[in-house]
Nanobody
């Protein structure tokens, strides 16, 4: 079992930046690929990015490519998503997820999910 807790959400002005963090416990963190998702009201959960267990491979959805950076620290059991040039349409609840299979993250079928953190971008 893996327990994930997101933090770092909040209110930010358009054009600003935010770094979300995900703290993991339970299973060996370094065996898990990590991903970030978001869900806006009335919309489906959207995949944003994932990073391989060792951190050497990353993938970004078009919606955040070029203005987001995913990273992880296996010594601290944390994963992060830095987002720049935020827009009002980035407003959503942001979730981290974990799975041994990175492809399951991309298709939103990860085994482990956090509870989410709210990000609100004001115009």
């Amino acid at each position: 079992q893996v327990h994930l807790v997101e933090s770092g959400g909040g209110l930010v002005q358009a054009g600003g930046s935010l770094t979300l963090s995900c703290a993991a416990s339970g299973r060996t963190f370094s065996s898990l690929a990590m991903g970030w998702f978001r869900q806006a009201p009335g919309k489906e959960r959207e995949f944003l990015s994932h990073i391989s267990s060792g951190g050497g491979s990353t993938y970004y959805a078009d919606s955040v490519k070029g203005r987001s950076t995913i990273s992880r620290d296996n010594a601290k059991n944390t994963a992060s998503l830095q987002m720049n040039s935020l827009k009002p349409e980035d407003t959503a609840v942001y979730y981290c997820a974990a799975d041994v299979n990175p492809w399951k993250l991309r298709v939103r079928l990860a085994d482990y999910w956090g509870q989410g953190t709210q990000v609100t971008v004001s115009s």
